[in-house]
């Protein structure tokens, strides 16, 4: 419980920092027989903050019950 309590605070605390990021994705624009055209396409993940908040917030209660429990 305690692995998981401090894995939940990182992830929430990551989260909080980095609020999204983005990536390149290649998509076939054309393809007629021997020709195919491709264009780079950029894709964004983005999240709220606050689902970072309540990781943390999470990650905290979990470690602090598995310390009352040992």
Request: avoid cysteine; charge should be positive.
């Amino acid at each position: 419980m305690k692995t998981a309590g401090l894995l939940l605070i990182v992830v929430g605390a990551i989260m909080l920092v980095w609020t999204g990021f983005s990536f390149t994705k290649k998509e076939k624009v054309l393809d007629i027989g021997p020709l195919e055209v491709s264009a780079d396409k950029k894709e964004t993940v983005n999240w709220p903050p606050y689902i970072g908040a309540v990781l943390v917030v999470g990650g905290i209660a979990v470690f602090a019950m598995s310390k009352r429990r040992a």
